[in-house]
């Protein structure tokens, strides 16, 4: 699996807006956290997308495909897609199950 070269602690619009708790994985184009909304104070999932180079804004067309299927059982509700200092992020609804068991 890649390594993604994300300093999420240099990246101000970041951390002041979500409290970063964990990592809860990482994929081929991005890395998933668990936050919370300092605003909001709901907890999240964060999924980043780092700016390299060959960005091709993979994470803005998983956005849009998530938003069509917002209203299908078991995807979680998207709350937003933002261009931050140092990555894409979105902000989604935080799923309580474990689907890793699933290959």
Known sequence: MRQHQLSVDSDRALTSQYELERKLGEGCFGVL?????RTTKRQVAL????FTNCTKQTLKREYLILKALEDVEGVPTV????????????EMQLLQTDLSFIT
Do not use: G, S
């Open 33 to 37: 956290y668990r936050a919370v909304n």
């Open 47 to 50: 999924k980043l997308e780092p």
């Open 79 to 90: 709350y937003t897609f933002q261009r931050m200092d140092t990555c894409y992020m979105i």
